[in-house]
């Protein structure tokens, strides 16, 4: 059974045009992160969320956002997706001093 | 056959042979470290982790090693199967629930 379900599996938007990725778990984890991972690289973490505080990254555009409702939902927000953001994006939960799971992620293609 | 992680992002070997796969983590803070395996259109799969205050943790198969003089880090495969063919990551866990991953290495698998 998938714990962590990232929607849409794949994503095409416009340029310029606003997106969001969305993410849900089933393990109750109190944290979840959003990575980038671009053809073959690795996953660069672009924020956190430990409970209801966001952690950003210091070197992450402020054209990505993220909310949190609630313990299970997380979504990403790109506000205007340019060429450079095609990419593959990762939802991750973990607890406290506990491995990372990851979902299969969303790749956005950006036309 | 032995890699350096960074240096050297790809690893063959013969079916049947130990595979070691090499990385160097940046923060001599981090203080839990993880190996994920990472298929082809999914997200990267948890093998194995081993805290600071440990030196070598074994798995099924596999194990892991910890330098922290040297901030060094291996995973070690033993018998590896055509299934191992994937690209590894190795990731460092800081005080603040960051996780960041290593560069990667392609481990392909030779029949």
């Known amino acids: 059974d998938a714990m962590v379900i990232q929607n849409p599996r794949y994503q095409v938007t416009q340029f310029g045009k606003p997106v969001t990725l969305s993410c849900s778990q089933t393990l109750n984890h109190n944290v979840m992160y959003w990575y980038q991972q671009k053809s073959s690289q690795a996953p660069k973490l672009l924020f956190h969320y430990y409970d209801k505080d966001f952690n950003n990254e210091a070197d992450t555009p402020d054209n990505f956002q993220s909310r949190r409702p609630n313990t299970s939902f997380c979504f990403l927000d790109i506000r205007s997706p340019g060429l450079g953001d095609a990419a593959m994006y990762l939802c991750?939960?973990?607890?406290?001093?506990?491995?990372?799971?990851f979902g299969n992620g969303t790749r956005l293609t950006v036309t | 056959g032995e890699s350096v992680g960074l240096h050297l992002p790809t690893l063959s070997v013969q079916e049947g042979d130990n595979s070691i796969i090499n990385c160097a983590y940046s923060n001599s803070a981090s203080d839990y470290f993880i190996w994920y395996k990472q298929e082809s259109g999914k997200g990267p799969q948890f093998i194995i982790d081993?805290?600071?205050?440990?030196d070598k943790r074994q798995g099924q198969r596999v194990t892991v090693l910890l330098n922290k003089t040297v901030k060094h880090l291996s995973l070690q495969i033993a018998a590896t199967q055509p299934g191992d063919s994937a690209v590894y990551f190795c990731a460092e866990k800081r005080w603040n629930n960051d996780m960041r991953f290593g560069a990667g290495t392609r481990l392909t698998v030779k029949p």
């Open positions: 081993i805290r600071s205050n440990m």
């Open positions: 991750a939960t973990s607890s406290d001093n506990s491995p990372l799971h």
